[in-house]
Nanobody, 117 residues
Framework: VQLVESGGGLVQPGGSLRLTCVAS????????RGWYREVPGQQRELVAG???????NYLESAKGRFTIDSDSAKNTIFLQMNSLKAEDTAVYFC????????????WGQGTQVTVSS
């Protein structure tokens, strides 16, 4: 299984970025897909999650600014981030939770997002 993120970078406050995560090698049922972020010294936190029925959940500070979606094949997820703020600066990771009787977490390598003028 491999998850590869892309789309991170440096952006000015108020700008936008679109992150992409492509998953390969997952043959079992997918239970949840999501984007997390991590800042040094802090716990990794869920930014946006996507369930198989299409329902979503967001970090409170991301609501109204970030949108998670996927392609029709469901092996790629995106995170559209608008109105970015300095506090959004972090390493962003995608995660797929998949499995049949046992759920496994699969993680990407992370992509750096820096919001700075």
């Amino acid at each position: 299984v491999q998850l590869v993120e892309s789309g991170g970078g440096l952006v000015q406050p108020g700008g936008s970025l679109r992150l992409t995560c492509v998953a390969s090698g997952i043959a079992s049922r997918i239970h949840h897909r999501g984007w997390y972020r991590e800042v040094p010294g802090q716990q990794r936190e869920l930014v946006a999650g996507l369930f198989p029925d299409g329902s979503t959940n967001y970090l409170e500070s991301a609501k109204g600014r970030f949108t998670i979606d996927s392609d029709s094949a469901k092996n790629t997820i995106f995170l559209q981030m608008n109105s970015l703020k300095a506090e959004d600066t972090a390493v962003y990771f995608c995660q797929f939770v998949a499995g049949e009787e046992i759920e496994y977490e699969y993680w990407g390598q992370g992509t750096q997002v820096t919001v700075s003028s």
